[in-house]
Nanobody
Framework: QVQLVESGGGLVQAGGSLRLTCAASGRAFNMYAMGWFRQPAGKDRECVARISRSGGNTYYTNSVEGRFTISRDNAKNTVHLQMENLKPGDTAVYFC????????????????????WGQGIQVTVSP
């Protein structure tokens, strides 16, 4: 079992940057595929980035490709989402999620694919 806590959100102007961190407690963090999701007000939750257990494979949704970077530090039990050139459309509550998996890839894109979730953190991008 793993517990997840997000930090690093806030208010930023369009074009600015933020770095989200997800800190995980529990054992065997390197057995978990990780994902970052976001949920704008009144909309569905979508996966914006995901990373494999070792960090060797990363994936992004089209709308953030080239602007967001997901990374992990298994020694520190953390996952990061570096967000550059932020746009008002990036405004949402951001969640990190985890699922134990034997696979080195991460094809888990649906909300239902993940077993553990953080509480979420607000990111607001002003025009």
């Amino acid at each position: 079992q793993v517990q997840l806590v997000e930090s690093g959100g806030g208010l930023v102007q369009a074009g600015g940057s933020l770095r989200l961190t997800c800190a995980a407690s529990g054992r065997a963090f390197n057995m978990y595929a990780m994902g970052w999701f976001r949920q704008p007000a009144g909309k569905d939750r979508e996966c914006v980035a995901r990373i494999s257990r070792s960090g060797g494979n990363t994936y992004y949704t089209n709308s953030v490709e080239g602007r967001f970077t997901i990374s992990r530090d298994n020694a520190k039990n953390t996952v990061h989402l570096q967000m550059e050139n932020l746009k008002p459309g990036d405004t949402a509550v951001y969640f990190c999620a985890a699922r134990a998996t034997p696979s080195e890839t991460n094809t888990l894109q649906r909300r239902s694919d993940y077993d553990y979730w953080g509480q979420g953190i607000q990111v607001t991008v002003s025009p």
